[in-house]
């Protein structure tokens, strides 16, 4: 789970005095707690949401689609300033690859796949191109795609502004 934390500087104020003590101008705020946290929420919810459908559509653009699945399941939860990103478990081999030397992929995980990109019908030659392509991968690794880092990076500070605005307005 990748969790943001907003980090708010913006007010919700009603100026309730504005003197001179003492050579400084004094300005007293009112913030609107009630507000703010609506407000907030909403900013939340929306930051929620266009976070999921950009991860959605980095990732059918850096690594395709398949069953879907992964895609799918990608989950954006926004409240009170926090949000939290949901996904399945194996998005994490895509994000950041998979080292050489490490243990063999599940050969069920694979003959699924090979079936449906390789057109092989046949259960026994599927077992044995996934065999293939596991060992392949324990012995040279896989290159990493990383779909969640390129959101952050590219687009996580505009989707933040547009829906701070949006809800501060």
Do not use: C
Not at 13 to 39: A, C, E, H, R, T
């Amino acid at each position: 789970m990748v969790k943001v934390l907003l980090v708010l500087v913006m007010l919700v104020v009603f100026v309730l005095n504005v003197m001179v003590v003492g050579g400084f101008l004094l300005v007293k705020v009112l913030i609107d707690m009630k507000d703010f946290k609506q407000k907030l929420d909403k900013a939340s919810k929306g930051i929620a949401f266009d976070l999921q459908e950009s991860l959605k559509s980095k990732l059918s653009q850096a690594h395709g689609k398949d069953t879907g699945m992964l895609q799918s399941s990608i989950l954006g939860k926004g409240e009170d300033g926090n949000i939290d990103i949901t996904m399945l478990d194996y998005a994490k081999y895509l994000e950041f690859g998979i080292s050489p030397g490490g243990k063999l992929i599940p050969i069920d995980a694979l003959m699924g796949w090979v079936k449906r990109k390789m057109g092989v019908s046949d259960d026994k030659e599927a077992k044995s191109i996934a065999f293939a392509i596991a060992k392949h991968i324990q012995l040279y690794g896989s290159r990493p795609f990383p779909f969640i880092r390129n959101t952050f990076e590219n687009d996580l500070g505009d989707i933040i502004k547009f829906n701070l605005r949006n809800s501060f307005k």
